[in-house]
Structures are given as C-alpha cells and as structure tokens.
C-alpha cells in the first residue's frame, strides 16, 4: 500500500516538476508548479512528518502558487514566450543534469538506508512543537524578523514615483 | 515503509529538473519555478535524514518549518522585483534585460 503511494507521489511529483519546467504556457506551468509541490506534500506525510506536510500545502499551494499566478496575469501570460534558440544549452544542460543522476546513481547504495519502522509517538506533533519554541525559539523570532522586513521590502519595491 | 534510498532519488530528480530549469530557460518567472523546485528537493532531502534518526528528533522538521518560510518570502520578493522589472522594460526575458551590466 505504501509502495504504491510512494510511486504515485513520486511520479505526480516528477511529471508535474518536468510540466512545469517545460508547459508552452505559463499558467500552466504554475498549475503543474502547485501539482509538484502536493507531491511533495505527499512525500513528507510517507515521511511522517505530516504537520510539514499540511504546511507546505498551506505555504507553497495556498501561498506561493498563487502568488504567482497573479504575477502571471499581471505581467501578462503572452510575456517571454519566444521560443528560446538556444539549443546548444538544452543539449548541454541536459547532458549535465544526466551526468549528475547517472553519478549519484552510480553511488547509491540501495540498502545504504533501509526502511525504517514507524516513529510512533516520536515523530508527533508534541515533540515538534516542543522543540520549535523551546529549542528554536530565538530563531522562529527571528525569521519573523525576516519576514516582516521581506514585506516591507516588497512593498517598497512596489511603490513606484508615480507621482512624477 | 519504503527504503529511504527512494526518496533521495525522488530528490536527486527534482534537483537535476531544476537545474535543467535554470540552466535553459530565460524567463524569469519560469526561473522563479526552478528555484522553487530546487527548495524542494533540499527539503524533501531534510526530512528524509530527519527520519533517518532513531530515537527521533525534530530538528529536520524544525528546519524544513523555517526553509517554507523563508523561500515564500524570497518567492514574495522576487514576484515584486519581476512586477517592477516587467513595469520598467515590458520585458522579463533574462537574457535581454541589461541595465546593471557594467
């Protein structure tokens, strides 16, 4: 059963990244971008790290991808289209990227990491919630800090003389 | 429960996808994807070692929480300064835009 959600979440998760790397169109690409990342989402609940996983859902889907399928819409889907010419880079690109899966497949060792038993009450929420406010606290505050000035820096970049 | 070997290679994939994404495309939009793409296979990598470990700890969920946050928020930023590029140039192709070359 979960051999079988592992290759349907991995291959969700692949296809959707290829789709969204390579749509014609950049909705679709973002849609097939929000695909993957459920993917993902699936990878890590396999993983039983099921809060990151409803975070990630909550993040990436809820905030990222549309986030830029409003970028899309507002910088026009028609934009940087062409076709690109280069397909000397395609060729190399690709030829690189499959040196780099053949190597670390090269490398793998299968059994390296066997499967391991479920985490029962270890992996839970209580324990993550516990070490992200008391282990981790100064640094939750501080990609608080980061956020807001990542706010205040969209917003000043938006703001525009429109005056002048 | 699948060996753990599988999820590395789900990672590796998506890291090569994404590779292959910065290195061909010149949009920038479509590099934002990749760049998106790569984050995710470091994360998926994360949590992946994170249940490696027995007894367990949470520090990789803990660390895979912030990395979330911190790439919307790039993801945030980069979608503004895309907004003003494409307001200033009509263009976000990366290859055309070259006001800062020196």
Redesign the interface.
């Known amino acids: 059963m979960?051999?079988l959600l592992?290759l349907a979440f991995?291959a969700v998760?692949?296809g959707a990244?290829?789709l969204?790397?390579e749509a014609r169109d950049?909705v679709y690409?973002?849609a097939a971008?929000g695909i993957?990342?459920l993917g993902?989402a699936g990878?890590?609940f396999?993983?039983?790290?099921a809060?990151?996983g409803w975070?990630?859902i909550a993040?990436?889907i809820g905030?990222?991808v549309v986030?830029?399928l409003?970028?899309?819409m507002?910088?026009?889907p028609r934009?940087?289209?062409?076709p690109?010419g280069?397909k000397r880079?395609?060729l190399?690109?690709?030829i690189?990227?499959?040196l780099?899966?053949g190597m670390?497949?090269a490398l793998?060792?299968?059994?390296?990491?066997?499967?391991?038993?479920?985490?029962g009450s270890?992996?839970d929420l209580y324990?993550?919630s516990?070490?992200?406010l008391k282990?981790?606290g100064v640094?939750?505050e501080f990609?608080s800090l980061?956020?807001a000035a990542?706010?205040i820096?969209?917003l000043a970049?938006?703001k525009?003389d429109r005056g002048q | 429960m699948e060996p753990l070997s599988s999820f590395f290679a789900v990672s590796v994939i998506l890291l090569g996808i994404g590779i292959y994404g910065l290195m061909t495309k010149r949009n920038a939009i479509r590099i934002l994807f990749s760049v998106e793409l790569i984050y995710n296979a470091a994360n998926l990598n994360i949590i992946a070692f994170a249940r490696l470990r027995n007894p367990p700890i949470a520090t990789g969920q803990v660390l895979v929480l912030f990395t979330i946050a911190l790439a919307a928020m790039e993801a945030a930023v980069g979608l503004s300064i895309i907004i003003l590029v494409s307001r200033l140039n009509a263009e976000i192709d990366l290859s055309k835009l070259s006001k800062l070359k020196g």
């Open positions: 979960t051999d592992f991995a998760t692949i990244a290829i969204a790397i950049l690409g973002a971008l993957a990342f993902v990878l890590f396999l993983l039983d790290a809060y990151v975070f990630q993040v990436y905030a990222v986030l830029i409003f970028t899309v507002l910088v026009g934009m940087g289209e062409a690109l280069l880079v395609s190399l690109a690709a690189l990227v499959s780099l899966l670390t497949g793998a060792n299968a059994t390296a990491f066997p499967g391991q038993d479920s985490c270890g992996c324990l993550l516990t070490s992200l282990n981790y640094q939750l990609v980061v956020m990542a706010v820096g969209a970049l938006s525009t």
